[in-house]
């Protein structure tokens, strides 16, 4: 009951928080737990502000550098007539940037990073 009553009182603070691993704020993703790394495959991938090809772009992944998943959505792509992207929310290891990238440039066992 403690753990939650604090919780209580920090969300209505209004702060960005880490709460249990996962992030309240600015992106909106939350996760139990961090997932596995992941490589980037290509160089110029971008990392974006939201789970959406439209996003802005908040920086940059190349090739071999890791990226710290935490979290994943799946969200339909206009591309693809309807299919979906998996899209993961992590830190690019080599410059600290935070944000989305899609699976689909990304190496590592994508089945193990929980949903947001």
């Known amino acids: ?21 996962g992030v309240i704020g600015g992106a909106g993703a939350a996760a139990a737990a961090p997932g596995p790394t992941m490589t980037f ?9 939201a ?3 439209d996003a802005t772009s908040v920086g940059h992944g190349q090739r071999g ?3 710290d998943s935490q979290c994943m959505r799946s969200v339909p792509d206009r591309r693809w007539n309807g ?3 998996n899209w993961v929310y992590g830190t690019n290891r080599a410059t600290g940037v935070k944000g989305w990238t899609s699976t689909e440039v990304l190496d590592g066992i994508v089945n193990k990073i929980p949903y947001c």
């Open 1 to 21: 009951m403690r753990h939650l009553i604090s919780t209580k009182v920090l969300i209505t603070a209004g702060s960005a928080l880490a709460i249990a691993g």
């Open 41 to 49: 495959i290509e160089n110029g991938i971008n990392i974006r502000s």
């Open 51 to 53: 789970a959406n090809i």
């Open 65 to 67: 550098q890791k990226f």
């Open 83 to 85: 299919a979906v992207t």
